[in-house]
């Protein structure tokens, strides 16, 4: 089951997600549910957690190179 919540964001970043594709906010709402789960039930501070996040994508094969090629090819631009 799920609930809905409000969260508070950028008006940028509002104006894109409401505009982005339905399988876009679908893999925004996963993340956010695994980012706010390991928040809530952890104890670690949050770059300790955004740290292993990095990691295990590095692990996977996402470099910084290849993520900006990925954001590059989805929306046009990358960080």
């Known amino acids: 089951m799920s609930v ?3 969260i508070q964001l950028s008006q940028n970043l509002a104006d894109r997600y409401q ?5 876009v906010r679908e893999k925004a709402q996963l993340l956010l ?5 390991e928040l809530t039930l952890s104890s670690r501070p949050l770059s300790a957690i955004m740290d292993e996040i990095s990691d295990n994508a590095r692990a996977r ?3 910084p190179d290849v993520l900006d090629a990925l954001l590059e090819e989805e ?3 990358f960080v």
Do not use: Q, R, S
Request: charged share 20%; aromatic share 10%.
């Open 61 to 63: 094969g996402l470099t």
């Open 75 to 77: 929306y046009g631009f």
């Open 19 to 23: 505009k982005a594709p339905g399988e």
């Open 4 to 6: 809905e919540i409000t």
């Open 33 to 37: 549910n695994v980012l706010l789960d």
